[in-house]
Structures are given as C-alpha cells and as structure tokens.
C-alpha cells in the first residue's frame, strides 16, 4: 500500500492564482482531512469527509474548498491565494475513530 | 471551549537522560487521546491510542499514559534517533481532532 499521498510536494503561488493540491489514499479509509500546519501552531482542520460525496468545513475553512467524487480522491482547491495562506499542507484518512494516517506535505508559498 | 496544550515547548536532553513530554487537555467528552511523532519536512506518524484513565501504552523507549486531565510521554534513555517533534491529539466528537502545538525534542549524543 502506498497509504496517502499528497502532490505537489512544493509550491510557490503568486497572491489571485488558484491551484489544486491533490491527496489519494488507497487504504479504502472513509474519514479525510485537510490540516494546515504554521509554526507555533497545532495542525488546523480545514476541511473533511466523511465519504464520498460528503464533505463539512472544519476551524478554517475560508478561501479553500473540497470535494470527494471518490472514496479515494480529496482534493483542495484554493481559489484565490494569499499571503495568509503560505503553509504546509497535510491530508489525512482514517477508518472509524481511529488513529489517522498523513501523507508527506506540500509546503505552500504564496507570493 | 476545547483545548489541547503541550509542554514544554523544546526539550534538549544527553542521550540516556530519561524525561517526560506533558498533554493538558480540556474536553467536554474524550473520544481518544493520540500520539504522533513528526520528523523535519514529514508528515506526523502515529504512535499511541488511548482511551480511558489509567491507560498506559509502550513501544520500545516510549511510554504513554493518561490521566482525566492529561497525557504523559515518558521517553526512557533515549537516543539520536528519537529526535522529532512530538504531537498530542484530542477526539473529542466524530469529526472534531484538536492538534497541540507539539514538543520538539533534542537527543545529544
């Protein structure tokens, strides 16, 4: 099993662009998340799943969005990057209330 | 309000000086408490689950266990390798995870 994967690894935006970081977990997993990690800070929720076609909003949810069309697929979409939004990016999956499983990260820099 | 904080926040110990990572929580009902532990540049990697009060689990150097108020990450005669940030996370409803902000731990050989 590959677990979660996350694409891209590194990003660098310029403030207005929009781009997708893509996150897949083949471990058959029904929960999904997006945190956002900052120094200093605890990993934040964005945004979660529950299963496909199912999404809620988590701490902070504004200028991002999601959708699930799959078990296996959670993308995070951000429409209009800002400054604010300079991060490292982890998805996450779990089955049940069970410990969850991230993937590696995209480090986010937007200009 | 729900709240998780760890302490302290840097932890620099000689390789065999045995110490303890502390979890304060405030929950209204604990679903589970978790470990992970992050290394530079990765995602967090989980360790321990626990439960209910008095709780305890091991794996190799480390020992976890849990009060109604807190967590305790004991690490006995640790070495390099168990440098990394440590995470303590809180359940407290279905979709509701409430992250520290972690204890970066040190290992001087």
């Known amino acids: 099993n590959a677990g979660v994967t996350q694409t891209p690894k590194f990003q660098v935006l310029k403030t207005g662009q929009s781009m997708t970081l893509q996150c897949a977990q083949d471990m058959n997993h029904e929960y999904m998340s997006w945190y956002r990690q900052d120094p200093g800070m605890g990993l934040r929720l964005i945004h979660y799943?529950?299963?496909?076609?199912?999404?809620d909003q988590g701490e902070v949810p504004n200028g991002y969005n999601v959708s699930r069309s799959t078990t296996e697929d959670f993308p995070l979409r951000l429409l209009s990057a800002a400054p604010s939004q300079t991060s490292v990016y982890f998805c996450?999956?779990?089955f049940g209330q069970g410990e969850q499983y991230f993937g590696p990260g995209t480090r986010l820099t937007v200009t | 309000e729900d709240q998780v904080t760890q302490s302290p926040e840097a932890l620099r110990l000689q390789e065999g000086e045995s110490s303890s990572l502390n979890c304060s929580y405030t929950v209204s009902g604990l679903r589970g408490l978790f470990w992970y532990r992050q290394d530079p540049g990765k995602g967090p990697e989980f360790l321990f689950t626990?439960?209910?009060a008095g709780e305890e689990k091991e794996k190799e150097r480390l020992k976890a266990t849990l009060t109604k108020k807190e967590s305790f990450l004991h690490i006995t005669a640790p070495k390099p390798e168990d440098s990394a940030t440590y995470l303590c996370a809180v359940q407290a409803s279905a979709s509701k995870i409430i992250f520290g902000s972690g204890t970066r731990l040190s290992i001087r050989p």
């Open positions: 799943s529950v299963g496909a076609g199912i999404t």
């Open positions: 996450a999956s779990r």
């Open positions: 626990l439960y209910s």
